[in-house]
């Protein structure tokens, strides 16, 4: 093997230093670089693991916000809806009153119309006594004829219609 080139205790020296060099750098550098990438792999896929749940809270807490979103809306709506049967409500109400007020003041009108009618008819009355007892006086005192006291009567008496229908 001289022959070929090789060198047994050389060849020998060179595996047993690189068997050393092989189990030193594994003592020292292959296991504290192994344990460095587990930890660093470990840390990697737990920040994933929070990034996972943090996304999920998101998600939950966006859901939970449209729904008080939705809510909150529709409670909105729902209170609009009640101010607007409340108004419309109150301004029925208030037509309500205002034509019973109406209605009343219109009552008392007429009440009042048919007051006066009343006092007016009474004083025509009145008034109608006067005047036939002022024609009974001057028919006694110019004649008793009887054409004459008869056309008298129906004068007053046509009068007296006409002032009732007034």
Do not use: C
């Not at 205002?98 to 008819?121: P, Y």
């Amino acid at each position: 093997m001289e022959g070929i080139g090789i060198n047994w205790p050389l060849l020998v020296a060179f595996v047993v230093n690189f068997v050393i060099l092989f189990v030193l750098l594994s003592i020292v550098a292959y296991k504290p670089i192994t344990k460095m990438l587990n930890e660093r792999q470990a840390k990697i896929k737990e920040s994933m693991e929070q990034a996972d749940i943090i996304r999920q809270d998101t998600a939950r807490s966006e859901e939970e916000i449209k729904t008080h979103l939705e809510n909150a809306r529709k409670e909105g709506q729902n209170v609009i809806a009640q101010a607007t049967q409340i108004g419309e409500r109150l301004k029925e109400e208030a037509k309500q009153g205002a034509r019973q007020e109406a209605e009343s003041l219109i009552d008392k009108a007429r009440g009042e119309i048919q007051r006066e009618r009343e006092k007016s008819t009474e004083e025509l009355r009145a008034e109608f006594a006067d005047i036939a007892i002022l024609a009974a006086e001057k028919v006694i005192n110019e004649t008793l004829d009887k054409k004459k006291h008869r056309k008298i009567i129906d004068d007053v008496l046509k009068e007296s219609k006409s002032f009732e229908k007034k």
